[in-house]
């Protein structure tokens, strides 16, 4: 399955107390909650180019799968991480104790991070 697209965030779960949890400011976290941010997935084999764009905030992430690549996480913080594909509609990586999943079904992306006991859960449809 290949997840090139470009994704609108639909709706999200514990996304206050998760950003609390891994330390973005309240401010910051009171402007990025109500946007509705856009993720453009390009996947060319095992290589990926991910940039998601919340308002003004853009990250762009390259890695290829099973291969330690540096990605830049929400808090702006570079860090380096293997993503591994599960099954044929499942990327996973963990970094800092967080888990991530992200699973592709048809034109909906579900995007998992667990850190401890909570659970954050971003909902978004191709566009």
Known sequence: MNFSGKYQLQSQENFEAFMKAIGLPDELIQKGKDIKGVTEVVQNG??????????????????????ESELETMTGEKVKAVVQKEGENKLVTSFKGIKSVTELNGDTATHTMTLGNIVFKRISKRI
């Open 46 to 67: 095992d290589h990926f180019k991910v940039v998601v764009t919340t308002g003004a905030k853009v990250i762009t992430n390259e890695f290829t799968l099973g291969v």
